[in-house]
């Protein structure tokens, strides 16, 4: 793992390839709806309902909020070999948000002002990797799961975890990246547009013949936040649009580098 830091903190290119990808949002559930999107792309309204997610246990689902069924909607639909019930169970997780669900924190930190007890499960529920335990519990995995937050960085920083774990041995791993617009009280300090998403990626090693990707850091001659019309997309669907739309380079200043995306092949 620790070379794989050291390569990017160097800027040499971390190599990857995307061995299958999913992706949910308001209007958007089928593959072809979200490659006909990253033509035009346009920030996805809200949903106007949940997904459905069938495949999991009935018990564990009424538990989840919204932000966990979209984010479990892409993981489950990006098993591999397109197994529900596998499910992608076995496979190293990363489970990237860089807000995770802040709604449900200020109505925590409103009952501990006005003097009422918490809610062991919206306790529970609130904790950054909440979301991907419940995945693991449901599928009874006890495959590597990690919780990642990461500022404006929050994508890179999953890829770097995941290229780590590749790495380390792991044949694929699995990325689901999510977020949701902040609650009220955050609004403010808001640095970006924002929507209620996920998608999730399944990443391996490149393979002879097959296009692949490359992420490294970067100076930041030329980054820039989002390209001038992609200013009203959060980062994490910008990346996802690059991907989707063939795009040969995606440059982006975060909150602590400046990034290089790039697709091979």
Same mark, same amino acid.
């Given at each position: ?24 949002a308001?209007?958007?559930?089928a ?13 996805? #309204? $809200?949903? !106007?309902?949940? @997904? +459905? ?9 009424? =538990? &989840? ?5 979209v ?8 098993a591999?070999?397109?197994?529900v019930? #596998? $499910?992608? !169970?076995?496979? @190293? +997780?990363?489970?990237a ?6 709604? =449900? &924190? ?23 990797? !909440? ?5 693991s ?17 929050t ?7 995941a290229c ?6 792991a044949?694929?791993?699995m990325?689901?990246?999510y ?5 009220a ?17 399944r ?27 992609l ?8 990346v ?12 982006y200043r ?8 790039q697709?091979?092949?």
């Open positions: 793992m620790s070379g794989n830091i050291r390569a990017a903190e160097h800027g040499v290119a971390l190599a990857f390839g995307i061995r299958a990808w999913s992706a949910w308001g209007g958007l559930h593959p072809d709806d979200w490659r006909a999107w990253s033509t035009a792309p346009q920030l996805p #309204a $809200a949903p !106007a309902e949940p @997904p +459905a997610l069938p495949q999991m246990a009935a018990m564990l689902r009424r =538990r &989840l909020p919204l932000l966990g069924r984010a479990l909607a892409s993981a489950y639909a990006c591999p070999g397109g197994s019930a #596998a $499910a992608g !169970a076995g496979i @190293p +997780a990363i489970f948000s860089r807000h995770g669900d802040t709604g =449900r &924190l200020v109505t925590m930190l409103t009952e501990l002002a006005a003097g009422e007890a918490l809610s062991p499960t919206a306790f529970g529920l609130s904790v950054h990797n !909440a979301i991907g335990a419940v995945r519990i449901d599928l009874a995995d006890t495959a590597n799961l990690q919780a990642l937050s990461a500022g404006r960085d994508v890179e920083t999953a890829v770097l975890e780590s774990l590749l790495a380390d041995g044949d694929e791993v990325l689901v990246h977020d949701e617009p902040v609650a009280p955050y609004a403010p300090f808001a640095d970006e547009p924002a929507c209620l998403y996920s998608w999730c990626w990443l391996g090693a490149p393979r002879a013949g097959e296009p692949y990707y490359t992420l490294a850091l970067a100076d930041d001659a030329g980054a820039t936040d989002a390209a001038p019309h200013q009203h997309l959060p980062h994490g669907l910008d996802l649009r690059f991907m989707l739309a063939g795009d040969a380079q995606l440059r975060g909150e602590h580098a400046c990034w290089r995306w697709r091979h092949g």
